[in-house]
């Protein structure tokens, strides 16, 4: 992964992380505090539901009480008015006692109000006229019940339109008076009030469930499917101690469960923010600081390439910029002592080839001069095989001649081989020009690759390039009976050059001597007709092509390898060859 | 409607008496005092009155109103005893034929005269109507004999005057049925406009008998039972039939004087066409019967006289008083009833009866139905079925049962005739069952056998019978009730007249 890729990602964590734990962390401590509150609540809710019932229940008693007594105005009149009636109420009675028992329902905010008389005959229910007359025996009854406290009824009671069942608490008293009683029931309705007193959205809620079969008398407000806890259960007991219904108090933790998404998400996004924009930050200082490093490491392939003229545009003040700086600086002093290298190594490539020419010249010089200093000698002794010696001398000077031509032609082609003129190449088809014009007994082998892409390149040039590496192959193998030329095309390992590649199972190059066969005039086929320069116009016609030449060993023939590298794209520079 | 034994005008001897007797004149006694015409008074009904023709009438209110638009050929006085109103006389029978020669000079409120055409053609009317056919069971023909009326008989009736005194036969032009909101009859008063809870009538000056003494009368009526007695109480009515004040123990703003009706007034359940399956079914109504607690009815009402009942005859008319047995409901017999019933009707088995809901319709503008019904309702919970009430005005409770479409109602029937056997006619009548009330009321059937034959078909479920018991201010005089409980308010006058 490169740098700015490496340091984004540092980057992006170094933020996550700290974020994730304190998302979690965050979490927990809300999840711990809710949940203790949550079973406050839960507390509080049921000991409000208790206390709520309580209240209802005193309150029916204490109206009981207050009423079943002689003393009262309306139970005592009723008993007087009995009393008067030999144990009967009379009209004016009746209607006296319809009346009041309704203002005093009202007035004690009670829902039920009955009295019975003689032989448990209700005598008034303010709370459904139409069970005057009847008999009821609960009055009596729960009168007399030991405690004396409320109890838990089902009624049936008349509604506006149809009769409904109501659950109500309910107390009884009996009152007396010279030999009349009467019993004196009061209740209140479990409504919906009493579980509103205890209810909070989302929080709390409540519900009255009938004991026998599980209806719900007073539904709850929200679904309680998915309830985290059990609910509360308060029995609510009628006249025999067994419940006839169930109060059920249920607390949510549905905040929290909410709460917690909540702060997971949160969480999330502000991670995903976090990151986007460390992500984008970390982007922005890496560039930054790889900016150096990239112009750095432009500068130093164009030093490797040998444009000693590259600067790097460094303008920060910091140690990447000293970095710069300072390549700057290597680079000057490079390219002075390059100009000088170069003006040196170019006045003693010179050097080195004159004296090269110089000495190849110098060769057929110093045959050409023993064949006229003997021809001279022969002529002034009038030798008699002067003829022969004159028709050998003659030969002996025209082959040197020649081959003085031959090695001034060269030189004049070495010297001024022009630029190549490139054009879209498809090399196999070069390697198959080459091979035609290609003079030597061995077969070539051919191992080329199919598909290649055309390269920009002189056919001419790189025909003439095959052909020099072929004829050197060719000399390699010489005198071997199963001599052997191999000829390669590939596209390149890294995908931006093609590979020509001549190998042989000759003697190979000494690995001492690979990085010179490329210089001007430096032969191994001294006396064999090499004037050493055939490997340095490959050299040149690489070089100029952008490409790269190479020596090595032909590890499946033996031999030696000759690898030419050419780059895909017109002007890239493949680095410089391993000369 | 009043009974009148000399026109107004000449009153004068026995109003002195009877101011005499005013503070000792027990209940029913007709009150006098020095009658002076003109004033108006504000009175009300026992409930909202369904419309004005009398062969349509339904209730007290319906029987009140008629009395005082229109006449009757006969009517019965405070003293019970039959008196000519339209008539000139009681009616001369020969063989099989009855004259009734008319009151000259009669005049309906439009002016036109009234003649034995009119009385012909009402009588044909009635005696062709479904529901008061049964009166003139015994009539075969009805023709005009010059100024007379003569009545073709199957057998002679002493009863035929009081059939002709009774609302259903009240006179209307040409005999048609009176026009919705301007009823033309020859009565006291007539309509000068009817409003959402009120009759607005006024003195109709050529009346027989000389206009009423009262100029101007309201009638009124009340969906809540407390706003009749709190308006009397607060002097915003001459009369209530709901008590003096709102609340027992109260005292209202001006003297009062009270009167109570015999308890002639039959409140009833009625059966509708709804459920016919199950409500058609004797054993059913039977059950019904039995788990009613008929005790308890003794208390509904304003301290008026109520008598449960269990039968359509009155106590006071010498029908039969309530056991103690039957006061209470008796859920065995009940449950008995029930079983036999449901043996026939699937709806009433024991798994399928809870799914059985009835409606009872009750009038809104009668407080008491309603407290009446919730025992009906309770009543059928011991059953097992359930039951609702629906409060409706009087004219769509009319119309829903004359159409059947109801399960149950709330109905009031008055006692007009007296007689047992046309009492259980007007049962079976306003069941439908013409052939039952024809024959009870043509004297085909008599004696312990019509309690057997109501008791068998229960055609309606007696509930209690009522007395009507007026509270009026003691500056109101002339206030009777005749047998059938309804008010005699003709001869109202207020006194002194300021």
Redesign the interface.
Same mark, same amino acid.
């Given at each position: 992964m490169r740098l700015r890729g490496r340091f984004t990602l540092w980057f992006a964590l170094a933020a996550l992380v700290p974020i994730a734990v304190a998302a979690l962390v965050t979490r927990e401590v809300v999840a711990r505090s809710f949940r203790n509150d949550y079973e406050r609540t839960r507390s509080a809710a049921e000991a409000a539901m208790r206390h709520e019932l309580t209240r209802l229940e005193a309150q029916v008693v204490t109206a009981a009480q207050a009423l079943a007594s002689k003393n009262h105005p309306f139970i005592g009149t009723v008993l007087t008015d009995l009393i008067n009636g030999g144990g009967q109420l009379d009209?004016?009675g009746?209607?006296?006692l319809?009346?009041?028992s309704s203002?005093e329902m009202s007035g004690l905010g009670l829902n039920v109000l009955m009295v019975t008389g003689p032989n448990d005959?209700?005598l008034s229910a303010a709370h459904?006229?139409?069970?005057?007359?009847?008999?009821a025996v609960e009055p009596r009854q729960l009168a007399r019940s030991d405690g004396g406290g409320a109890v838990y009824r089902f009624e049936?009671v008349?509604g506006?339109?149809?009769?409904a069942t109501i659950l109500v608490v309910e107390a009884a008293r009996s009152a007396k008076d010279g030999g009349q009683e009467v019993h004196v029931l009061v209740g209140r309705q479990l409504d919906a009030d009493l579980v509103d007193s205890v209810r909070r959205p989302g929080q709390i809620d409540a519900r009255l469930v009938a004991a026998d079969d599980g209806r719900e008398l007073i539904a709850p407000r929200a679904s309680w499917t998915g309830l985290g806890t059990p609910p509360v259960r308060i029995a609510l007991t009628g006249p025999d101690g067994k419940p006839v219904a169930w109060l059920e108090v249920a607390a949510w933790d549905r905040n929290l469960s909410a709460l917690l998404d909540q702060v997971t998400l949160v969480a999330a996004v502000m991670a995903a923010g976090a990151i986007f924009l460390t992500i984008l930050l970390g982007a922005m200082v890496a560039r930054r600081i790889t900016r150096g490093l990239d112009l750095l490491v432009v500068g130093a392939q164009a030093a490797a390439r040998g444009d000693l003229e590259h600067r790097v545009p460094m303008t920060s003040k910091d140690e990447v910029g000293e970095v710069g700086r300072a390549f700057n600086l290597m680079m000057e002093d490079l390219r002075s002592a390059g100009d000088r290298l170069v003006i040196a190594e170019r006045i003693a490539a010179w050097q080195e080839i004159a004296r090269r020419l110089a000495h190849e010249i110098k060769n057929p010089l110093t045959p050409i001069q023993m064949a006229m200093d003997t021809l001279r000698k022969v002529w002034r002794k009038q030798h008699p095989s002067f003829g022969e010696i004159l028709e050998e001398s003659t030969t002996t000077v025209l082959e040197e001649v020649e081959r003085l031509k031959r090695i001034v032609s060269e030189f004049s082609d070495f010297a001024r081989l022009p630029k190549p003129a490139p054009m879209p190449t498809d090399i196999n088809e070069v390697v198959a020009g080459a091979l035609a014009l290609y003079e030597g007994a061995t077969p070539v082998e051919r191992r080329l690759a199919d598909g290649l892409p055309t390269i920009e390149a002189d056919k001419g040039q790189m025909t003439q390039v095959l052909l020099n590496l072929l004829e050197n192959a060719r000399d390699a193998i010489s005198g071997k009976e199963d001599g052997k030329i191999v000829v390669t095309t590939r596209k390149g390992d890294a995908g931006d050059r093609v590979e020509l590649a001549v190998e042989d199972n000759g003697p190979g190059v000494a690995s001492d001597i690979r990085d010179r066969v490329f210089t001007p005039y430096f032969t191994t086929k001294q006396g064999k007709g090499g004037t050493g320069l055939g490997l340095a116009i490959v050299h040149r016609i690489v070089g100029d092509h952008g490409g790269r030449i190479m020596v090595t060993e032909a590890t499946s023939l033996g031999g030696a390898r000759v690898v030419v590298e050419l780059p895909l794209r017109p002007g890239q520079l493949l680095l410089a060859s391993r000369v | 409607m009043g009974a009148r034994l000399t026109p107004r005008r000449s009153r004068g001897p026995l109003v002195v008496a009877a101011l005499c007797a005013l503070a000792i004149a027990p209940a029913g006694a007709r009150g006098e005092g020095r009658p002076a015409y003109g004033g108006a008074a504000v009175g009300t009904l026992l409930g909202e009155p369904a419309g004005f023709d009398p062969i349509a009438l339904r209730s007290h209110a319906d029987a009140a109103v008629v009395g005082l638009l229109f006449d009757t050929l006969y009517e019965v006085g405070p003293d019970g005893v039959v008196h000519p109103q339209l008539a000139a006389a009681l009616p001369e029978v020969q063989a099989d034929k009855a004259r009734i020669a008319l009151r000259p000079g009669v005049r309906f409120h439009d002016g036109t005269a009234l003649t034995a055409v009119d009385v012909v053609a009402t009588l044909a009317r009635v005696r062709a109507s479904a529901a008061a056919g049964w009166l003139l069971v015994s009539v075969e023909d009805i023709a005009v004999d010059g100024d007379d009326v003569v009545l073709t008989l199957e057998a002679p009736r002493k009863d035929l005057a009081r059939i002709l005194a009774t609302p259903w036969t009240a006179v209307t032009p040409r005999g048609l049925a009176p026009k919705k909101d301007a009823p033309i009859g020859s009565g006291p008063f007539r309509l000068s406009a009817r409003k959402r809870d009120r009759l607005e009538l006024e003195a109709w000056e050529g009346h027989l008998a000389g206009r009423p003494y009262l100029d101007r009368l309201t009638l009124r009526w009340f969906v809540s039972g407390d706003d009749e007695a709190q308006l009397y109480e607060t002097g915003g009515a001459h009369w209530s039939l709901r008590?003096a004040t709102r609340?027992?123990?109260g005292s209202p703003k001006h003297a009062t004087t009270e009167l109570e009706s015999p308890a002639t007034v039959l409140v009833y359940l009625g059966f509708g066409q709804v459920h016919a399956d199950v409500l058609g079914n004797r054993d059913f109504r039977a059950a019904l019967d039995a788990a009613l %607690? =008929?005790?308890?009815?003794?208390?509904?009402g304003?301290?008026? *006289?109520a008598v449960p009942a269990i039968d359509p005859v009155p106590l006071d008319l010498g029908g039969p008083s309530l056991s103690a047995i039957a006061?209470?409901?008796r859920l065995d017999v009940a449950e008995a009833a029930l079983a036999r019933a449901a043996s026939k009707v699937r709806a009433l088995a024991r798994d399928r009866i809870a799914a059985l809901t009835l409606e009872i319709l009750v009038a809104d503008s009668r407080p008491d139905d309603r407290?009446v019904a %919730? =025992?009906v309702?309770?009543a059928l919970?011991k059953l097992g079925a *359930?039951?609702?009430?629906?409060a409706v005005d009087a004219t769509e409770l009319a119309r829903r049962v004359t159409a059947g479409n109801c399960d149950l109602y709330v109905g009031h029937a008055t006692a007009e005739l007296g007689a047992s056997a046309m009492i259980y006619a007007q049962a079976f009548a306003i069941a439908g069952d013409r052939g039952h009330a024809d024959k009870l009321a043509g004297g085909a059937i008599t004696g312990v056998r019509m309690k057997e034959l109501f008791a068998a078909r229960l055609p309606i479920i007696p509930l209690y019978h009522r007395a009507v018991r007026v509270h009026h201010r003691a500056d109101l005089r002339g206030a009777w009730f005749d047998s059938s409980a309804r008010l005699g308010v003709a001869d109202l006058f207020v006194w002194p007249l300021k």
């Open positions: 009209a004016k009746q209607l006296r319809r009346d009041w203002q005959r209700i459904d006229r139409g069970l005057v007359g009847e008999r049936k008349m506006p339109r149809t009769m | 008590g609340f027992a123990g %607690a =008929r005790g308890g009815l003794a208390t509904v304003r301290g008026e *006289r006061a209470d409901p407290e %919730a =025992r309702v309770r919970d *359930r039951a609702t009430i629906t």
